[in-house]
Protein backbone atom coordinates (compact mmCIF):
# COMPACT_ATOMS: atom_id res chain seq x y z
CA UNK A 1 0.00 0.00 0.00
CA UNK A 2 1.53 3.40 -0.75
CA UNK A 3 2.53 5.31 2.02
CA UNK A 4 0.47 8.13 1.39
CA UNK A 5 -2.61 5.69 1.42
CA UNK A 6 -1.78 4.45 4.62
CA UNK A 7 -0.55 7.95 6.14
CA UNK A 8 -4.18 9.03 5.18
CA UNK A 9 -5.63 6.01 6.66
CA UNK A 10 -4.11 6.43 10.14
CA UNK A 11 -4.63 10.03 9.75
CA UNK A 12 -8.18 9.56 9.03
CA UNK A 13 -8.46 6.57 11.90
CA UNK A 14 -6.93 8.54 14.44
CA UNK A 15 -9.01 11.95 13.53
CA UNK A 16 -11.89 9.60 13.89
CA UNK A 17 -11.90 7.93 17.49
CA UNK A 18 -10.94 11.30 18.56
CA UNK A 19 -14.51 12.87 17.24
CA UNK A 20 -16.38 10.20 18.32
CA UNK A 21 -15.03 10.29 21.96
CA UNK A 22 -15.30 14.33 21.46
CA UNK A 23 -19.23 13.72 20.62
CA UNK A 24 -20.02 10.89 22.91
CA UNK A 25 -18.70 13.28 25.75
CA UNK A 26 -19.83 16.47 24.70
CA UNK A 27 -23.56 14.98 23.94
CA UNK A 28 -23.48 13.52 27.26
CA UNK A 29 -22.51 16.28 29.26
CA UNK A 30 -24.99 18.24 27.43
CA UNK A 31 -27.75 15.58 28.36
CA UNK A 32 -26.60 15.98 31.98
CA UNK A 33 -26.72 19.57 32.05
CA UNK A 34 -30.45 20.02 30.73
CA UNK A 35 -31.28 17.69 33.08
CA UNK A 36 -29.95 19.47 36.05
CA UNK A 37 -31.05 22.24 35.10
CA UNK A 38 -34.66 21.10 34.68
CA UNK A 39 -34.21 19.78 38.18
CA UNK A 40 -33.03 22.80 39.99
CA UNK A 41 -36.33 24.39 38.61
CA UNK A 42 -38.20 22.34 39.87
CA UNK A 43 -36.73 22.12 43.16
CA UNK A 44 -36.49 26.05 43.33
CA UNK A 45 -40.61 25.98 42.88
CA UNK A 46 -41.18 22.92 45.14
CA UNK A 47 -39.20 24.67 48.14
CA UNK A 48 -41.04 27.85 47.28
CA UNK A 49 -44.42 26.12 47.66
CA UNK A 50 -43.55 24.27 50.77
CA UNK A 51 -42.69 27.53 52.53
CA UNK A 52 -45.61 29.21 51.51
CA UNK A 53 -48.00 26.16 52.91
CA UNK A 54 -45.50 26.76 56.14
CA UNK A 55 -46.14 30.27 56.23
CA UNK A 56 -50.04 29.30 56.23
CA UNK A 57 -49.39 27.14 59.02
CA UNK A 58 -50.42 23.90 57.31
CA UNK A 59 -54.01 24.43 57.07
CA UNK A 60 -55.07 21.25 55.68
CA UNK A 61 -57.51 22.81 52.94
CA UNK A 62 -55.75 24.55 50.15
CA UNK A 63 -58.06 26.34 48.05
CA UNK A 64 -56.93 25.41 44.33
CA UNK A 65 -57.24 28.69 43.08
CA UNK A 66 -55.86 30.51 46.07
CA UNK A 67 -52.73 27.95 45.46
CA UNK A 68 -52.30 29.63 41.75
CA UNK A 69 -52.83 32.76 42.54
CA UNK A 70 -49.68 32.68 45.16
CA UNK A 71 -47.96 30.69 42.78
CA UNK A 72 -48.16 32.01 39.25
CA UNK A 73 -45.34 30.22 38.01
CA UNK A 74 -47.43 26.51 38.51
CA UNK A 75 -49.87 27.63 35.63
CA UNK A 76 -47.38 27.86 33.48
CA UNK A 77 -48.09 25.42 30.80
CA UNK A 78 -44.60 23.18 31.43
CA UNK A 79 -45.15 22.82 35.16
CA UNK A 80 -47.68 20.97 37.30
CA UNK A 81 -48.26 20.45 40.97
CA UNK A 82 -49.47 17.92 43.14
CA UNK A 83 -49.92 17.95 47.09
CA UNK A 84 -50.58 14.40 48.46
CA UNK A 85 -51.94 13.42 51.53
CA UNK A 86 -49.36 10.47 53.29
CA UNK A 87 -51.35 7.85 52.55
CA UNK A 88 -50.73 8.73 48.71
CA UNK A 89 -53.64 9.98 48.01
CA UNK A 90 -54.25 13.38 46.11
CA UNK A 91 -55.28 16.42 48.28
CA UNK A 92 -54.96 18.66 45.27
CA UNK A 93 -53.70 18.94 41.71
CA UNK A 94 -53.51 21.86 39.01
CA UNK A 95 -55.54 21.64 36.46
CA UNK A 96 -52.97 21.03 33.79
CA UNK A 97 -52.71 17.42 34.33
CA UNK A 98 -55.20 16.32 32.28
CA UNK A 99 -54.70 13.10 30.18
CA UNK A 100 -53.83 10.95 33.23
CA UNK A 101 -53.06 10.48 36.77
CA UNK A 102 -49.72 10.68 37.72
CA UNK A 103 -49.19 8.33 40.97
CA UNK A 104 -46.82 8.89 43.99
CA UNK A 105 -44.49 6.07 43.51
CA UNK A 106 -43.52 3.55 46.42
CA UNK A 107 -40.28 4.95 45.89
CA UNK A 108 -41.34 8.37 46.76
CA UNK A 109 -43.78 7.59 49.24
CA UNK A 110 -40.81 6.30 51.37
CA UNK A 111 -38.31 8.40 50.89
CA UNK A 112 -41.33 11.19 52.28
CA UNK A 113 -41.36 9.47 55.13
CA UNK A 114 -37.68 9.63 55.79
CA UNK A 115 -38.48 13.54 55.49
CA UNK A 116 -36.20 13.35 52.25
CA UNK A 117 -36.82 14.89 48.67
CA UNK A 118 -36.35 12.55 45.81
CA UNK A 119 -35.73 13.44 41.90
CA UNK A 120 -37.77 10.33 39.46
CA UNK A 121 -38.14 10.30 35.86
CA UNK A 122 -41.45 9.00 34.04
CA UNK A 123 -42.63 7.90 30.65
CA UNK A 124 -45.92 7.43 29.50
CA UNK A 125 -46.96 6.13 26.15
CA UNK A 126 -47.08 8.20 23.00
CA UNK A 127 -46.04 11.15 25.38
CA UNK A 128 -42.52 13.02 25.96
CA UNK A 129 -41.18 11.80 29.41
CA UNK A 130 -41.69 13.98 32.47
CA UNK A 131 -39.49 14.49 34.99
CA UNK A 132 -40.88 15.21 38.94
CA UNK A 133 -39.51 16.20 42.28
CA UNK A 134 -41.72 14.87 45.45
CA UNK A 135 -40.87 16.86 48.32
CA UNK A 136 -42.45 16.37 52.16
CA UNK A 137 -43.95 18.48 54.45
CA UNK A 138 -43.07 17.96 57.77
CA UNK A 139 -44.40 18.83 61.23
CA UNK A 140 -43.11 18.05 64.35
CA UNK A 141 -41.58 15.19 63.24
CA UNK A 142 -44.46 13.68 61.30
CA UNK A 143 -45.68 13.79 57.27
CA UNK A 144 -47.90 16.34 56.98
CA UNK A 145 -48.11 16.04 52.85
CA UNK A 146 -46.36 15.52 49.95
CA UNK A 147 -46.01 18.47 46.91
CA UNK A 148 -45.09 16.96 43.99
CA UNK A 149 -44.04 19.37 41.14
CA UNK A 150 -43.36 18.11 37.55
CA UNK A 151 -42.32 19.21 34.44
CA UNK A 152 -42.40 17.48 30.82
CA UNK A 153 -38.65 16.99 29.27
CA UNK A 154 -40.36 17.46 25.78
CA UNK A 155 -38.04 20.42 24.82
CA UNK A 156 -35.28 18.88 26.65
CA UNK A 157 -35.24 16.03 24.42
CA UNK A 158 -35.97 18.22 21.20
CA UNK A 159 -32.76 20.36 21.45
CA UNK A 160 -30.73 17.02 22.15
CA UNK A 161 -32.27 15.29 19.25
CA UNK A 162 -31.11 18.69 17.25
CA UNK A 163 -27.23 18.29 19.21
CA UNK A 164 -27.55 14.56 17.92
CA UNK A 165 -28.12 15.13 14.35
CA UNK A 166 -25.49 18.31 14.12
CA UNK A 167 -23.50 15.67 15.37
CA UNK A 168 -24.12 13.00 13.05
CA UNK A 169 -24.16 15.45 9.93
CA UNK A 170 -20.98 17.60 11.13
CA UNK A 171 -19.04 14.25 12.19
CA UNK A 172 -18.91 12.73 9.07
CA UNK A 173 -18.63 16.16 7.03
CA UNK A 174 -15.62 17.15 9.49
CA UNK A 175 -13.68 13.83 8.75
CA UNK A 176 -14.57 14.10 4.40
CA UNK A 177 -12.97 17.71 4.87
CA UNK A 178 -9.75 16.31 7.03
CA UNK A 179 -9.00 13.36 4.75
CA UNK A 180 -9.27 15.08 1.54
CA UNK A 181 -6.78 17.67 3.67
CA UNK A 182 -4.30 15.05 4.78
CA UNK A 183 -4.49 13.05 1.32
CA UNK A 184 -3.07 16.86 -0.14
CA UNK A 185 -0.53 17.17 2.52
CA UNK A 186 0.55 13.52 2.43
CA UNK A 187 1.13 14.23 -1.45
CA UNK A 188 3.10 17.05 -1.15
CA UNK A 189 5.16 15.94 1.78
CA UNK A 190 5.73 12.79 -0.51
CA UNK A 191 6.41 14.32 -3.77
CA UNK A 192 10.22 14.57 -2.83
CA UNK A 193 10.40 11.32 -2.53
CA UNK A 194 9.26 10.68 -5.69
CA UNK A 195 11.84 12.77 -7.60
CA UNK A 196 14.33 11.17 -5.35
CA UNK A 197 13.49 7.84 -6.67
CA UNK A 198 13.38 9.24 -10.26
CA UNK A 199 17.04 10.63 -9.98
CA UNK A 200 17.95 7.52 -8.38
CA UNK A 201 16.22 5.19 -11.19
CA UNK A 202 18.06 7.30 -13.92
CA UNK A 203 21.47 7.29 -11.81
CA UNK A 204 21.26 3.19 -11.57
CA UNK A 205 21.02 3.50 -15.11
CA UNK A 206 24.65 4.30 -15.22
CA UNK A 207 24.32 8.57 -15.63
CA UNK A 208 25.95 9.59 -12.63
CA UNK A 209 26.34 13.33 -13.39
CA UNK A 210 22.44 13.51 -12.20
CA UNK A 211 22.29 15.23 -9.15
CA UNK A 212 19.13 16.27 -6.87
CA UNK A 213 17.70 19.96 -7.45
CA UNK A 214 16.12 20.23 -4.33
CA UNK A 215 15.68 23.43 -2.40
CA UNK A 216 17.77 23.49 0.68
CA UNK A 217 15.24 22.78 3.29
CA UNK A 218 16.72 21.72 6.50
CA UNK A 219 14.22 19.40 7.00
CA UNK A 220 13.88 15.35 6.79
CA UNK A 221 13.82 15.12 2.90
CA UNK A 222 16.21 17.96 2.59
CA UNK A 223 18.95 16.49 4.37
CA UNK A 224 17.89 12.97 2.49
CA UNK A 225 18.47 14.72 -0.85
CA UNK A 226 22.21 16.67 0.26
CA UNK A 227 23.06 12.80 1.61
CA UNK A 228 21.99 11.29 -1.46
CA UNK A 229 23.78 14.05 -4.01
CA UNK A 230 26.93 13.68 -1.53
CA UNK A 231 27.09 10.09 -2.20
CA UNK A 232 26.77 10.43 -5.76
CA UNK A 233 29.06 12.99 -6.17
CA UNK A 234 32.14 10.46 -4.02
CA UNK A 235 30.90 7.47 -6.36
CA UNK A 236 31.52 9.41 -9.10
CA UNK A 237 34.83 11.12 -8.67
CA UNK A 238 35.89 7.40 -7.26
CA UNK A 239 34.49 6.02 -10.97
CA UNK A 240 36.27 8.33 -12.86
CA UNK A 241 39.40 8.02 -10.28
CA UNK A 242 39.14 3.82 -11.43
CA UNK A 243 38.82 4.41 -14.65
CA UNK A 244 41.68 7.00 -14.75
CA UNK A 245 43.53 5.43 -13.12
CA UNK A 246 43.12 2.02 -15.20
CA UNK A 247 43.65 3.92 -18.32
CA UNK A 248 46.80 5.59 -16.70
CA UNK A 249 48.25 1.65 -15.85
CA UNK A 250 47.38 0.67 -19.34
CA UNK A 251 48.81 3.44 -21.05
CA UNK A 252 52.08 2.66 -18.85
CA UNK A 253 52.51 -0.87 -19.62
CA UNK A 254 51.27 -0.43 -23.52
CA UNK A 255 54.63 2.12 -23.73
CA UNK A 256 57.35 -0.14 -23.08
CA UNK A 257 55.75 -3.38 -24.69
CA UNK A 258 55.08 -1.02 -27.64
CA UNK A 259 58.90 -0.50 -27.85
CA UNK A 260 59.92 -3.77 -27.09
CA UNK A 261 57.94 -5.17 -29.96
CA UNK A 262 59.33 -2.40 -32.21
CA UNK A 263 63.03 -3.35 -31.68
CA UNK A 264 62.42 -7.30 -31.77
CA UNK A 265 60.54 -7.10 -35.15
CA UNK A 266 63.51 -4.53 -36.58
CA UNK A 267 66.13 -6.93 -35.24
CA UNK A 268 64.62 -10.05 -36.65
CA UNK A 269 63.64 -8.36 -40.32
CA UNK A 270 66.88 -9.91 -41.60
CA UNK A 271 70.00 -11.64 -40.10
CA UNK A 272 72.18 -9.46 -37.97
CA UNK A 273 75.57 -9.43 -35.73
CA UNK A 274 75.23 -11.36 -32.31
CA UNK A 275 76.28 -7.64 -31.08
CA UNK A 276 72.58 -6.37 -32.40
CA UNK A 277 70.57 -9.20 -30.83
CA UNK A 278 72.59 -8.37 -27.50
CA UNK A 279 71.89 -4.71 -27.41
CA UNK A 280 67.77 -5.19 -28.11
CA UNK A 281 67.74 -7.71 -25.60
CA UNK A 282 69.21 -5.20 -22.97
CA UNK A 283 67.00 -2.33 -23.93
CA UNK A 284 63.93 -5.36 -23.65
CA UNK A 285 65.47 -6.36 -20.29
CA UNK A 286 65.60 -2.59 -19.26
CA UNK A 287 61.60 -2.62 -20.55
CA UNK A 288 60.61 -5.36 -18.27
CA UNK A 289 62.32 -4.13 -15.53
CA UNK A 290 60.41 -1.43 -15.49
CA UNK A 291 57.18 -3.12 -15.97
CA UNK A 292 57.65 -5.79 -13.69
CA UNK A 293 58.10 -2.74 -11.25
CA UNK A 294 54.74 -1.13 -12.36
CA UNK A 295 53.24 -4.53 -11.77
CA UNK A 296 54.66 -5.06 -8.43
CA UNK A 297 53.94 -1.47 -6.98
CA UNK A 298 50.18 -1.58 -8.51
CA UNK A 299 50.18 -5.02 -6.42
CA UNK A 300 51.02 -3.34 -3.46
CA UNK A 301 48.72 -0.49 -3.68
CA UNK A 302 46.06 -2.33 -4.66
CA UNK A 303 46.31 -4.74 -1.68
CA UNK A 304 46.76 -1.45 0.57
CA UNK A 305 43.39 -0.02 -0.70
CA UNK A 306 41.97 -3.29 0.23
CA UNK A 307 43.26 -3.09 3.66
CA UNK A 308 45.83 -6.03 3.08
CA UNK A 309 48.96 -4.72 3.71
CA UNK A 310 49.55 -4.50 7.56
CA UNK A 311 51.95 -2.28 9.22
CA UNK A 312 54.29 -3.22 12.48
CA UNK A 313 53.35 -0.61 15.24
CA UNK A 314 57.60 -1.02 17.27
CA UNK A 315 59.66 2.01 18.33
CA UNK A 316 62.08 2.55 15.53
CA UNK A 317 64.79 4.50 16.05
CA UNK A 318 65.37 6.76 12.82
CA UNK A 319 68.76 7.64 13.33
CA UNK A 320 70.13 4.71 12.47
CA UNK A 321 67.55 4.05 9.76
CA UNK A 322 68.84 7.33 8.28
CA UNK A 323 72.39 6.38 8.38
CA UNK A 324 71.52 2.72 6.39
CA UNK A 325 69.59 4.37 4.00
CA UNK A 326 72.25 7.18 3.65
CA UNK A 327 75.45 4.29 3.50
CA UNK A 328 73.27 2.22 0.62
CA UNK A 329 72.42 5.72 -1.07
CA UNK A 330 76.00 6.65 -1.36
CA UNK A 331 77.38 3.23 -3.02
CA UNK A 332 74.32 4.10 -5.81
CA UNK A 333 75.27 7.50 -6.16
CA UNK A 334 79.17 6.77 -7.30
CA UNK A 335 78.23 4.82 -10.38
CA UNK A 336 76.32 7.72 -11.48
CA UNK A 337 78.52 10.65 -10.16
CA UNK A 338 76.28 11.85 -6.92
CA UNK A 339 77.14 12.58 -3.91
CA UNK A 340 74.86 11.37 -1.01
CA UNK A 341 75.69 13.31 2.22
CA UNK A 342 74.11 13.37 5.53
CA UNK A 343 73.07 16.70 6.51
CA UNK A 344 71.87 17.44 10.51
CA UNK A 345 70.94 13.94 12.20
CA UNK A 346 69.28 14.61 15.81
CA UNK A 347 68.15 10.90 17.76
CA UNK A 348 64.40 10.43 17.15
CA UNK A 349 62.00 7.50 18.04
CA UNK A 350 59.25 7.02 15.92
CA UNK A 351 56.17 4.91 16.41
CA UNK A 352 56.02 2.48 13.42
CA UNK A 353 57.39 0.06 10.68
CA UNK A 354 60.37 -0.10 10.72
CA UNK A 355 61.02 -1.76 6.78
CA UNK A 356 58.04 0.78 5.43
CA UNK A 357 59.76 3.80 6.92
CA UNK A 358 63.08 2.82 5.53
CA UNK A 359 61.10 2.03 2.03
CA UNK A 360 59.78 5.14 2.16
CA UNK A 361 63.18 7.31 2.91
CA UNK A 362 64.68 5.40 0.17
CA UNK A 363 61.59 6.11 -2.29
CA UNK A 364 62.92 10.09 -1.65
CA UNK A 365 66.18 9.42 -2.02
CA UNK A 366 66.28 7.10 -5.13
CA UNK A 367 63.91 10.26 -6.77
CA UNK A 368 66.34 12.97 -5.49
CA UNK A 369 69.24 10.76 -7.55
CA UNK A 370 66.90 10.39 -10.53
CA UNK A 371 66.02 14.00 -10.70
CA UNK A 372 69.22 15.10 -9.99
CA UNK A 373 71.75 16.56 -12.99
CA UNK A 374 75.49 15.04 -12.82
CA UNK A 375 77.92 15.38 -10.46
CA UNK A 376 74.53 16.53 -8.06
CA UNK A 377 74.86 16.46 -4.55
CA UNK A 378 72.21 14.99 -2.41
CA UNK A 379 71.74 15.89 1.37
CA UNK A 380 69.76 13.48 4.07
CA UNK A 381 69.12 15.36 7.59
CA UNK A 382 66.83 14.54 10.47
CA UNK A 383 65.48 17.37 13.34
CA UNK A 384 63.70 16.42 15.98
CA UNK A 385 61.48 19.40 17.27
CA UNK A 386 60.19 17.60 20.52
CA UNK A 387 57.36 16.67 19.20
CA UNK A 388 57.71 15.57 15.73
CA UNK A 389 60.72 14.20 13.58
CA UNK A 390 61.45 16.00 10.44
CA UNK A 391 63.19 13.79 8.01
CA UNK A 392 64.54 15.59 4.83
CA UNK A 393 65.95 14.57 1.45
CA UNK A 394 67.11 17.59 -0.89
CA UNK A 395 68.46 17.88 -3.88
CA UNK A 396 69.55 20.75 -6.17
CA UNK A 397 68.36 18.69 -9.68
CA UNK A 398 65.13 19.56 -12.17
CA UNK A 399 62.60 20.39 -9.34
CA UNK A 400 58.46 20.57 -9.09
CA UNK A 401 56.47 23.48 -10.80
CA UNK A 402 54.52 24.33 -7.62
CA UNK A 403 51.61 23.57 -9.65
CA UNK A 404 52.27 20.08 -9.51
CA UNK A 405 53.14 19.72 -5.87
CA UNK A 406 50.30 17.89 -4.89
CA UNK A 407 49.54 15.85 -8.11
CA UNK A 408 52.71 14.20 -7.80
CA UNK A 409 51.52 12.21 -5.37
CA UNK A 410 48.70 10.83 -7.36
CA UNK A 411 49.31 7.56 -9.23
CA UNK A 412 51.67 7.62 -12.48
CA UNK A 413 51.28 10.96 -12.39
CA UNK A 414 54.85 12.14 -13.49
CA UNK A 415 55.97 15.94 -14.58
CA UNK A 416 56.70 16.48 -17.68
CA UNK A 417 60.22 17.44 -17.22
CA UNK A 418 60.78 14.28 -15.34
CA UNK A 419 59.73 12.11 -18.08
CA UNK A 420 62.05 14.12 -20.50
CA UNK A 421 65.15 13.24 -18.07
CA UNK A 422 64.54 9.79 -17.29
CA UNK A 423 62.50 7.42 -19.02
CA UNK A 424 63.09 5.50 -15.55
CA UNK A 425 60.12 5.51 -12.80
CA UNK A 426 56.95 4.46 -12.56
CA UNK A 427 54.74 7.29 -10.79
CA UNK A 428 53.86 4.86 -8.52
CA UNK A 429 57.04 5.56 -5.75
CA UNK A 430 55.75 8.77 -3.93
CA UNK A 431 51.71 7.46 -3.97
CA UNK A 432 53.47 4.50 -1.93
CA UNK A 433 55.44 7.00 -0.01
CA UNK A 434 52.21 9.17 1.05
CA UNK A 435 50.22 5.79 1.69
CA UNK A 436 53.02 4.97 4.34
CA UNK A 437 53.19 8.62 6.00
CA UNK A 438 49.52 8.35 6.07
CA UNK A 439 49.59 5.02 7.80
CA UNK A 440 52.29 6.94 10.42
CA UNK A 441 50.22 9.27 10.76
CA UNK A 442 52.80 11.99 9.50
CA UNK A 443 52.49 13.81 6.35
CA UNK A 444 55.21 14.84 3.19
CA UNK A 445 55.66 18.04 2.60
CA UNK A 446 57.66 20.02 -0.64
CA UNK A 447 59.26 22.68 -1.13
CA UNK A 448 60.77 22.81 -4.63
CA UNK A 449 60.32 25.19 -7.71
CA UNK A 450 61.08 24.59 -11.52
CA UNK A 451 65.13 24.25 -12.01
CA UNK A 452 66.06 25.13 -8.11
CA UNK A 453 66.09 21.25 -6.69
CA UNK A 454 63.15 20.30 -4.38
CA UNK A 455 63.53 18.98 -0.97
CA UNK A 456 61.06 16.62 0.43
CA UNK A 457 60.37 16.50 4.01
CA UNK A 458 58.31 13.57 6.12
CA UNK A 459 57.02 14.44 9.31
CA UNK A 460 56.05 12.04 11.87
CA UNK A 461 54.95 12.08 15.32
CA UNK A 462 57.31 11.10 18.03
CA UNK A 463 56.96 7.55 19.46
CA UNK A 464 56.09 9.09 23.13
CA UNK A 465 53.82 12.38 21.39
CA UNK A 466 51.84 8.94 19.07
CA UNK A 467 48.65 8.23 20.46
N1 LIG B 1 63.38 14.91 -6.21
C1 LIG B 1 62.57 15.20 -7.22
N2 LIG B 1 62.90 16.21 -8.08
C2 LIG B 1 62.07 16.50 -9.10
N3 LIG B 1 60.91 15.91 -9.38
C3 LIG B 1 60.52 14.91 -8.54
C4 LIG B 1 61.32 14.51 -7.43
N4 LIG B 1 60.69 13.52 -6.80
C5 LIG B 1 59.54 13.29 -7.47
N5 LIG B 1 59.44 14.13 -8.52
C6 LIG B 1 58.32 14.21 -9.47
O1 LIG B 1 57.25 13.47 -8.94
C7 LIG B 1 56.90 12.45 -9.85
C8 LIG B 1 56.39 11.25 -9.12
O2 LIG B 1 57.43 10.61 -8.40
P1 LIG B 1 57.35 9.07 -8.15
O3 LIG B 1 55.98 8.76 -7.72
O4 LIG B 1 58.43 8.67 -7.23
O5 LIG B 1 57.53 8.48 -9.58
P2 LIG B 1 58.83 8.15 -10.36
O6 LIG B 1 59.97 8.34 -9.42
O7 LIG B 1 58.63 6.77 -10.79
O8 LIG B 1 58.84 9.11 -11.50
C9 LIG B 1 58.11 12.20 -10.63
O9 LIG B 1 57.80 11.63 -11.88
C10 LIG B 1 58.65 13.58 -10.78
O10 LIG B 1 57.97 14.28 -11.80
MG1 LIG C 1 60.13 7.37 -7.54
Redesign the pocket.
Known sequence: MPLRVRLTLWYGTALAIVLMVFSVLLYAMTARNLRDAVDQSLEETATAAVRSLEERGFLPLINEEELLSQFPELTRIDKFFQIFSPSGTISIRSPNIKQHEVPLSRTALDTAFAGQSIFESAKYPNEPPLRLISMPIMYRGNLLYIVQVGTSMESVGETLHRFMILLVVAIPIALTVSLAGGWFLAGRALRPVDKITLAAQRIAAGDLSQRLSMPAAHDEIGRLAATFNNMIGRLDASFSQIRQFSSDASHELRTPLTVMKGETDLVLRRPRPVEDYKSVLESNLEEIDRMSRIVDELLFLSRADMGEVTLESFPVGMESLVEDVHRRAAQLGQDRNIEVVLGTVMPAVVQGDDLRLRELLL??V???M???HQGGKVEISLLNDGREARLS?S?H????APA?HKR??Q?F???D???AH?K??????????AWIADLHKGRIEVK?DLGQ??T?TVVLPLAHSAA
Not at 424 to 433: E, P, V, Y
Open positions: NLENAKYSVDGIGIDIFRFRTVARTKGTGLGLAICSGSF
